[in-house]
Structure formats: C-alpha cells, structure tokens
C-alpha cells in the first residue's frame, strides 16, 4: 500500500521580474528568463549572499490566498463571514494571473490575494483541474504585478539547490532552502486524493500553510509547485513539475482541462510479456483492447499494438500513456508511435471528448461443445457465427472459456468463465484445436500471452503450462 501524504497550504518564494506592462491576451500565459540569463550558471559554492537575492528578487511575486468557505448551520448552507488562510500562490503574467493547488481554493464561496507589500485583492477562479491539482487564479490590480518566470523541470538535477518561501503555519515570508532529494516520485497519494504528477522530492522545509507556492532553482526559476508533505517524516516535501502546469496552463485559462478519449485499454508490459511478444525492453503500453467506433479505432490501431510515444511524449506504461492522451486537449490531433509485432508505425489521431459513459456487456455461455487445456486448466469452447456476429468478431475470431479449474496456470492468471480468447500473442486464435496445438506447440519454460476479452473491455494474461 503507498503512503499516505498530506496536501499542503504552501507559500513559496518565486523570482520576480521588473514590473512591466499589462500583457496583451497574445502573449503566453507566464514569464520566463530570457536566454542570456539562462546560459549564465552559478560557479563555485553556493553562497549565503545567493538565497539572500533571490528572496528579495521573488518574494513580491508570491502571494497568500484566503478562501471563504460555506459553514454548514443547519440547512440552508450559509456563508462564512472570515476568510481563512488557505496556502499560496505566485503570479505568472503581470496583468494579475496567479497559479496555486487546486486543493488550496476547491469549494471557495470567494478567494482573496495579499501580496508581500500587503496589497490585498479580490481573485477570480479561472480554471482548475483535480487530478493535477493545479489552479488558476485572476486579479484586477491598479498596476502590474511582479511576475515569476517559470523554468524547465525535466532540467532539474538530483542534489541541485532550491528555495522555497511561504506561510507555514500562518509564519509569513519564511524562507527555506534545500536540494532536491529525488524526481519522478510516483506512489504520492495525498489524503485529498490521488494527484497524477511524477512529484520532485525536496528537503526544503515545507509545511501546511506553504500549498501552492512555487519551488525555485538557483537561476530564480519555478521549476514546481509545492503540494504535499509526509506527515511521518521530517525534511520530505513533495512538489508538481512545473512543466505539468505549463501543459494545463492554456486549457486552465479556458475554464479547466476537458479530458480527451483516445479509445484503447491499455496495461503495462512485464518483462515476460516482452519475452512473449518479442520486445527489447519491457516498456510501452500494450494495448489490450480497442473500442469500437473511437478515435482509436478511426486512426487504425489494433490489439497487440505497442505505444511507445505520444505526440512529444514518451510512453513508458499504460500511466502514461492515460495521462498524456487526456490532457492532450479535445479535437487535437496527436501523431502515436506503436510497435507493431516489431514494426514501428506511426498513427495521426485525432481526440473527442471523453464518453459519459462506457457501457459493459457479459458474453453468455452456451451449451457448445468444448475442449479440455488441462496443462492451462482451461475448458474451452468454439464461438457460433451468430455469436461472432453479436460480439462485433471476426469471422474465425476467437473462443470462449467454459470452465477454469480450481487450481491451475488460467485460476492464478485471473481468468473466468465467459471470457473470450481472442490471440496467442500475436497469431489471431480461430478454433478450439488450433488453440490446442498452440499450447502443445509452446515450451514447458516459454511465457504464454493470451489476449483476453471480458465484456466490452480486453486485456493481456500471462500464463505458463504447469
């Protein structure tokens, strides 16, 4: 089981620029450093005299934020009268954009900002987006904000210095500096609920009261947006990579992210499954079902098929490949790169919005006449062409599963009566005898992957003759 992780209210120290004019609705929705300052690094020794500038460089860009929340007091809900400190945020653009947690504004009856300089403004929720918990926040300001420039987080190196400023604990403008301890931290689930983000770990402090704030590298970049901590332990911190909310950001600033529908059932790859299937290296997702009429299925993808990337992206799991293909954006066409029985290919598909829906539909045992595996402790049976017919097969496409023994190969690889087998590996299964003589034709010591389908969904089982 992962550990639990706590969501924080985060105050964080961010890199300001000159304040310049209100930008215009062409220009991107944050700042970054220009090029010549990027190319500048730090030598030596990292000095006291280096956190010092940058806290006095960043500081004006970051906010408090201060949500209203309904107090239940009978029925009707009524409004709370005090706003209550939720955790931080930082101003991206001049003309008074501000990112921070989802969880720090979520359920909000109305939010106020307070800047460094105690300037306090009423903010509009622009869009927000859970599963990443991340949110964007609007404020009408007499004059242009202090912005911080946002970096690059798939830079970051392991042990390299960050900063980090906020309110724990109601503490205003603590500072805190550390490194960072590890990147790509997966198994974080925050008590509010999972969040997709392959967090930076940091030891720099932070605590409830800093959600939100930004993480910052020694060129006084945002290079994360603090989230959560481990209640259990001191000095671990856990921050989303700013790269994650620069891919949200222009869907955030259109009302929230709309996810996308590709159309496939995918599962990760075991290194016996690249065994079976041929692969190099036991990575991608393998799809294990394509649903009928999606996108998918349009671009020409097929059970079997091995998704290495998506659009810029590389697939490392069927994780992956989820996250990226819904928030790739509705309507946008993305190029997928597969594997195809070792071939690559390359698909240009085009995404629809997510289905309200994903009806599942049992296939009914009949009374057929069937064939006994015992070295898989199966029974299996043939397929009618009506049957074929009503499943949406094939001609010659498949079988059924009439019996799985009590112990066996096919009990502990979790299969059921009513299943349908569709492939052995890569060869399509057409008949109960020819299944037979693919079973007696594998080694005692080869890896089996059958491709299975249950209902309207499918997947890849692997198996080994006892």
């Known amino acids: ?32 450093l220009p090029a010549a300052a990027k190319a500048r690094s730090i030598a030596g020794t990292v000095a006291a005299e280096t956190f010092a500038s940058l806290a006095e460089k960043l500081s004006p860009a970051v906010v408090l934020i201060s949500v209203s929340l309904p107090q239940s007091a009978g029925s009707p809900l009524r409004k709370s009268s005090k706003y209550l400190d939720g955790g931080t945020g930082f101003v991206i653009r001049a003309d008074g954009y501000i990112l921070t947690n989802n969880h720090v504004v979520v359920d909000a009856d109305s939010i106020r900002v307070r800047t460094e300089a105690n300037q306090e403004y009423d903010a509009t929720l622009v869009g927000a987006f859970a599963r990443a918990d991340l949110a964007l926040l609007k404020v009408e300001a007499d004059k242009p904000l202090t912005a911080a420039p946002l970096g690059d987080s798939d830079e970051l190196r392991i042990a390299e210095w960050v900063l980090a400023i906020g309110s724990p604990f109601g503490l205003n403008n603590s500072v805190t500096a550390g490194i960072v301890s590890a990147k790509g931290r997966r198994d974080i689930v925050p008590s509010d609920g999972p969040v997709h983000a392959d967090f930076i770990q940091t030891d720099a402090s932070i605590n409830p009261g800093n959600s939100g704030g930004p993480l910052i590298n020694m060129r006084g970049e945002v290079i994360g947006i603090n989230s959560a901590i481990y209640r259990s332990a001191q000095g671990i911190g856990f921050a989303i990579p700013v790269n994650l909310a620069k891919k949200l950001l222009p869907q955030l600033a259109k009302g929230g992210v709309e996810q996308a529908f590709l159309g496939v059932v995918a599962q990760d790859i075991s290194p016996r499954d690249a065994q079976a299937l041929g692969l190099a290296a036991a990575a ?170 249950r209902g309207e969904s499918g997947a890849w089982v692997n198996l080994r003759k006892r």
């Open 1 to 32: 089981m992962s550990p639990r992780f706590t969501l924080l209210p985060v105050l964080y120290l961010t890199l300001s620029l000159l304040a310049s004019p209100a930008a215009s609705a062409e220009e991107p929705l944050w700042v970054e």
């Open 284 to 453: 991608g997702a393998l799809v294990a079902h394509v649903v009928p009429n999606s996108p998918a299925q349009t671009a020409g993808f097929e059970v079997g098929d091995v998704i290495v990337r998506f659009g810029g992206d590389a697939v490392t799991d069927s994780r992956d490949l989820r996250w990226v293909a819904a928030i790739a954006g509705v309507g946008s066409k993305t190029s997928v790169e597969v594997l195809r029985k070792g071939i690559r290919k390359v698909f240009s598909v085009t995404l629809t919005a997510l289905p309200r829906q994903v009806t599942q539909q049992a296939a009914d045992s009949t009374n057929a006449p069937g064939l006994e595996i015992p070295t898989l402790g199966l029974h299996v049976q043939e397929l009618t062409p009506e049957e074929r017919k009503a499943l949406g097969l094939p001609a010659k496409l498949g079988i059924r599963v009439a019996a799985v023994a009590n112990s066996g190969p096919a009990a502990t690889a979790g299969l059921l009566p009513g299943d349908l087998i569709l492939r052995f590996g890569y060869p399509a299964v057409q008949s109960t005898k020819a299944f037979a003589r693919m079973v007696d034709n594998a080694g005692p010591d080869k890896p089996i992957l059958l491709h299975v389908q």
